[in-house]
């Protein structure tokens, strides 16, 4: 059998076929399936299954039943009511199907978009037992990291030492370029690891074998995706790629052919390692072997039934016995002057799959997701769930007061309380399903909002039965809450005051309503102002004083591939460009990543500092202001044991006029610098961090000088335009005609960096539209029952000679309590809440008063509008018309 | 004669079909032959609990043939009608003969019929 119905409708099947003939009868219908399949293809033949498998039920005796149950026909007539109102476009069932569907999706979307980041590394098979060891290190100033990585000898001494733990495996990173055939490529998701990776974790071997495919030096495993990157269909196992590094401490050497032995599948977007190859560590031999300062990502698989805090209590015995003989060895220093000196070093794990959701550590290899980031987003939808509820139920009340004549007549012809409490949940139990249509049509229509926001989802995620499941559940939950809500509250009215139709005496319920309204506004208030705070800490980011100029820069990339050279001529055919106002070549530039090397000053111990290196023209290309005078900010021309240091490295060093510190030695891996000047502290990294020190060098004071020392050409103009770039380019074709012209604009590249609050905020935004949407639903829905309760007080008052600003002030007087007390709840939760999320960066707004009073002032402003309408309506109604009715 | 045996219309269509088709009447081929001959198209299950119906009743009789690979190796349930299933439609045919056989002309003017 080839071709077999879709898994459900086999269920289906098997639910509703006789069991005593049900081998026959599953061949006839198989057979019947092949032949549709074969003629009409899949769909029709599913269809004709799906009545076939239905035709199964003895429909005569089925109908009977349906034709007979008193049930089924109130079910069907409330029904049919229903779907009639909807169709016939009646706007108060219309409003309530769309705010629904709508803030059924929107709390649907953050649900899921919430669980798929809490399921970050849940796949592996023992993700329970997988853990990350982490060092936290105190250096002598007393300062403190938390780094993701630990000692290179830690791994198998803490197999070797540890009952409880099973096995380790490591993983460094490099950026290597690599060469197979003609394809030369850059790579930066390569990792060094041990053989027993794919025992610890669960990444799935395609080709080779998983026992021992990086068990020998110079071997390597690759992604499918670069399988078919390098050698297209062909099988690369076996064939021979060539990685060439750049000469750093951490590698031992510069360039190895490595054997492809295996093929393994993607890493799963939800994993906190994102590799394309992994080539085996033994490459490095004994290299680094002992050195118990260093470190590499570590980890560890432990037996299922550990103890964590026993583990961690035993990390210290174990750096005590290993780092002690290694700084006597190296430094002749004993552990207790190591300790002495305020330093100290302690290791911890962490569950692999706490990695994503908790802060990020130095050294960790994919930036986690921010935990307020979760915390705002799971309460914004919980928030939104909320306050659908409340309006469904705020709208559906108000349509039930129109019925109270219709309970009143059902309870005195016999109804039972459960009879109209069942029919007003079977109501909205069929808006439900309405809802749940329409909500999966937003879904469709909504695909490309999602996909603007940018969210590192599967790409396949609108379209996933989670997401859909998801919500689906929202609006189902929704409709289940309000509507039972509905039915407990309409069911209690008595036929008495059903009949005589006195909305009055059901004052308790309105009451109800107008808190709920409240609370309906408290949700809006703060959304509205945390979305205000978002936006302008992300406009202050976008737009604070970095320290140097940012505007009208343009980075070239890949000026590593023209040769060294050849990076004269490529400058002048540039400078000849009018507009073009300084040219400057760098290994860093801002926003980009910095290597940390060692410094020490005299009679001070190692101090880390990252370094930018770059040629003489860089200060002038980012208009980077010098402090001491006697420096041209010009040029700066730096020679092989000069440098620059900014001021924060300044006031490290402890002095605090640029003047005292010039001229001043630095031990740079057994050379002597001299600082040559002071640059002033400019954002080289983000606005999360305060500046830290920075060292900018020549490539010649490196302590061993690369074949290719610049990466970047940073080119400030005086005017930006499509020409340029055309120009720009002619001038790199000219130079290196093979390799493509890459560039970035500097603007660009940094507010890339804010990616997560930009997305943050764009939630924040979308929620609050939504947010705000239902509550002005909600208040119009709410005035126009207040309208209708009031509508003979009005008449009377008016006859009576009541004047349209007396009127006026019955009618909002209603809404003052609630909106006020919302806004007064709401204002201090956002001050607490985002006073949190604004204190994890160094630089921020500061939560002003008029921020936040603006925006609550703007949305009450906007309530007073709608209920202005309403009122209007209400005081200029013709008196006459509603006295002599009776409602 | 016996009591009478009361016989839908599908029952008899069925019935005749299973007889039309003689040694090779399982469920699929009768509903091949429905839809070919009567164009009525009767879902599966529904074709499945009138065939067991009659069998219940008496009228028809079964027993398991082979298995194809088509029918993912589940044999096939062959029907033949039983004496009694042929006496019922026997009955039917005559009584329907019998009415036939009796129509007045000039009350059936627009079709021929054959007297």
Redesign the interface.
């Known amino acids: 059998m080839k071709v077999q119905p879709p898994k459900i409708l086999r269920w289906l099947f098997l639910l509703l076929c006789p069991r005593e003939r049900r081998a026959e009868i599953k061949g006839d219908f198989n057979e019947v399936y092949q032949t549709n399949f074969e003629d009409h293809g899949r769909f029709k033949a599913n269809l004709s299954y799906l009545r076939n498998t239905l035709s199964l039920l003895n429909f005569e005796g089925y109908l009977r039943f349906v034709k007979l149950s008193n049930h089924i026909i109130m079910f069907r007539s409330t029904f049919k009511a229903k779907f009639r109102s909807i169709v016939r476009f009646k706007p108060s069932a219309i409003i309530s199907l769309i705010t629904l569907s709508i803030g059924a999706v929107t709390s649907g979307f953050l649900f899921y978009y919430i669980s798929y980041e809490s399921s970050y590394d849940e796949f592996h098979a023992d993700s329970d037992q997988i853990y990350r060891v982490n060092s936290m290190a105190q250096n002598a100033n007393g300062d403190q990291s938390v780094r993701a990585f630990v000692p290179m000898p830690a791994g198998p001494e803490i197999v070797s030492e540890f009952d409880e733990v099973i096995d380790f495996t490591r993983l460094q990173r490099i950026s290597p370029t690599i060469s197979y055939q003609n394809k030369v490529f850059e790579e930066s998701r390569f990792f060094l690891t041990d053989n027993s990776f794919f025992d610890i974790f669960s990444f799935p071997i395609v080709k080779g074998n998983s026992v021992s495919a990086l068990a020998s030096p110079q071997t390597v495993v690759l992604t499918e995706s670069m399988a078919k990157k390098y050698f297209g269909l062909a099988d690369p196992m076996g064939e021979v790629i060539q990685i060439n590094v750049k000469k750093s401490f951490s590698l031992n050497f510069t360039s190895k052919g490595f054997t492809v032995t295996g093929v393994v599948q993607d890493p799963p977007k939800n994993s906190h390692i994102q590799f394309d190859f992994l080539a085996s560590i033994s490459t490095l031999g004994d290299f680094k072997k002992d050195d118990w300062l260093g470190g590499i990502a570590t980890y560890i698989k432990v037996k299922p039934d550990h103890n964590i805090p026993l583990i961690n209590q035993k990390f210290s015995p174990l750096i005590r016995e290993n780092l002690g003989p290694y700084l006597q060895g190296r430094f002749n220093m004993s552990f207790d002057d190591y300790l002495e000196s305020g330093r100290d070093v302690s290791f911890a794990i962490q569950p692999i799959t706490a990695i994503h959701t908790a802060a990020d550590l130095d050294g960790q290899f994919e930036k986690g997701v921010n935990k307020s980031f979760l915390r705002v987003l799971i309460s914004v939808g919980i928030l939104i769930f909320i306050l659908t509820t409340v309006n469904f139920f705020n709208i559906s009340f108000a349509n039930g007061l129109h019925r109270l004549k219709e309970i009143g007549v059902r309870k005195s012809l016999g109804a039972f309380k459960y009879q109209v409490f069942s029919l007003f949940l079977m109501e909205s139990a069929v808006l439900g399903l309405f809802s749940v249509l329409m909500a999966a049509l937003l879904v469709v229509i909504t695909k490309p909002f999602f996909s603007l926001l940018q969210l590192e989802l599967p790409l396949n995620f609108e379209l996933s039965a989670d997401f859909i499941l998801a919500v689906v559940s929202s609006a189902f939950l929704i409709c289940l809450f309000s509507g039972f809500f509905i039915a407990a509250t309409l069911s209690t009215i008595s036929p008495k005051e059903g009949l005589r139709g006195n909305v009055l005496r059901s004052h308790r319920g309105i009451n109800l309503q107008k808190w709920l309204l409240g609370l309906q506004f408290f949700v809006a208030f703060i959304t509205l102002m945390a979305a205000a705070v978002f936006q302008s800490q992300n406009d202050y980011l976008l737009k604070a004083d970095l320290g140097f100029d940012e505007e009208k820069v343009l980075i070239v990339h890949q000026i590593e591939k023209v040769q060294s050279k050849e990076h004269q001529v490529l400058r002048n055919e540039w400078a000849n460009l009018p507009e073009a106002k300084s040219i400057s070549l760098s290994y860093h530039i801002p926003g980009g990543g910095f290597e940390m090397l060692e410094f020490s000053a005299q009679e001070s111990e190692p101090l880390k500092w990252p370094v930018l290196v770059a040629d003489e023209h860089f200060l002038q290309t980012y208009a980077i202001s010098a402090l001491y005078d006697g420096m041209s900010s010009e040029v700066a021309q730096l020679d092989s044991s000069e440098v620059l240091i900014n001021e924060s490295a300044m006031r490290e060093l402890g002095y605090l006029e640029a003047t005292e510190v010039l001229e001043k030695k630095l031990d740079f891996y057994g050379k002597t610098l001299t600082i040559k000047g002071v640059i002033s502290d400019f954002h080289y990294e983000n606005l999360y961090n305060q500046i830290a020190p920075l060292v900018l060098l020549s490539p010649l004071a490196l302590p061993e000088p690369p074949l290719n020392p610049y990466k970047y050409a940073s080119i400030r103009f005086s005017d930006i335009s499509p020409e340029i770039v055309d120009q720009l380019e002619q001038g790199w074709n000219k130079v290196s005609p093979t390799t493509p012209f890459a560039f970035s604009y500097l603007k660009d590249d940094l507010s890339a960096s804010y990616l997560s609050e930009q997305r943050l905020a764009s939630m924040i935004k979308g929620a609050t539209i939504v947010a705000i949407l239902i509550a002005i639903l909600g208040l119009t829905s709410m005035s126009q029952v207040i309208f209708r309760i009031k509508v003979k007080e009005i008449a009377m008052r008016k006859v009576l000679g009541a004047s349209p600003a007396k009127l006026y002030e019955l009618f909002v007087r209603q809404f003052f309590w609630p909106l006020s007390i919302a806004f007064l709840c709401a204002l201090p939760l956002v001050v607490t809440f985002l006073g949190e999320w604004l204190s994890k960066f160094a630089y921020r707004i500061s939560m002003g008063w008029q921020l936040l009073t603006l925006s609550g002032l703007g949305l009450i402003l906007l309530a007073l509008g709608i209920l202005t309408v309403n009122a209007l309506r209400a005081a200029r109604q013709n008196p006459v018309e509603h006295i002599k009715v009776d409602h | 004669m016996s009591e009478r045996i009361s016989l839908g219309e599908l029952e008899e269509l069925i019935l005749l079909t299973v007889g039309v088709l003689g040694n090779e009447a399982?469920?699929?081929s009768v509903?091949e032959e429905l839809e070919g001959r009567q164009n009525r198209t009767i879902?599966?299950?529904?074709l499945?609990?009138a065939l067991?119906r009659l069998e219940r009743k008496g009228h028809l009789d079964s027993k398991?043939g082979e298995?194809?690979?088509?029918?993912?190796?589940?044999?096939?349930?062959f029907f033949s009608v039983t004496a009694q299933g042929q006496l019922a439609l026997q009955q039917v045919r005559e009584s329907r003969l019998s009415l036939w056989n009796d129509i007045n002309p000039a009350a059936f003017s627009s079709i021929k019929v054959r007297k």
């Open positions: 399982y469920s699929v509903r879902s599966l299950g529904a499945h609990t067991y398991l298995s194809t690979k088509k029918r993912g190796g589940k044999p096939k349930r």
